[in-house]
């Protein structure tokens, strides 16, 4: 009987022991559940902040396309408005001359009036310039080819610049 009474004593020290053990363990298991969760916490807080500030960066990004596209819009007006007002500037401003002027020196021999246009162009190029625009090709081509032959040089400037205020196709 002293055995048994030995063998339960032992039996509930060894339950006492393995009770507190169970204890230890779920106290253990309890510390580290709170210490993961305290981890994930702050994992999560840190996730929280990212998100924010990513959203800031983003709503960050939004206005300043918004106001690169203003600008863009602005600069954009600006360009068709300074075209349309070069669109709608004279090119060059024509000067008016007498239909028996342009008669005149088309029925002149080109020699003759290849002399008097030099002068002419000389006074003012820019009437001379209309005077060949407004005659019959044929005759100002043979007037300015006269020009050319009289005075090689000077010639060449003088339909150099005719041409390049008329343009070759005039």
């Known amino acids: 009987m002293r055995i048994t009474i030995l063998l339960i004593g032992c039996l509930s020290v060894l339950g006492q022991n393995n009770t507190e053990r169970k204890e230890e363990v779920r106290h253990n298991t309890l510390v580290d ?55 709608q500037e004279p090119q060059e401003e024509q000067v008016a001359l007498p239909q028996e002027l342009i008669d005149h020196y088309q029925s002149r021999d080109p ?23 407004n005659m019959k090709k044929k005759k100002s081509a043979k007037l300015i080819d006269t020009v ?15 041409t390049a205020a008329i343009g070759e196709g005039n």
């Open 148 to 162: 050319v032959q009289l005075d090689p040089k000077n010639g060449t400037r003088i339909a150099s610049e005719i």
């Open 33 to 87: 559940i709170q210490a993961a969760n305290s981890k994930l916490l702050e994992e999560k807080q840190k996730l929280l902040t990212k998100e924010q500030h990513l959203l800031l960066l983003i709503q960050e990004m939004e206005t300043n396309k918004k106001m690169i596209e203003e600008k863009e819009k602005n600069i954009l007006e600006k360009l068709n408005k300074s075209t349309e007002a070069e669109a």
């Open 111 to 133: 020699s003759v009036a290849a002399r008097d246009f030099v002068q002419l162009y000389s006074k003012s190029p820019k009437v001379a310039i209309e005077l060949i625009r």
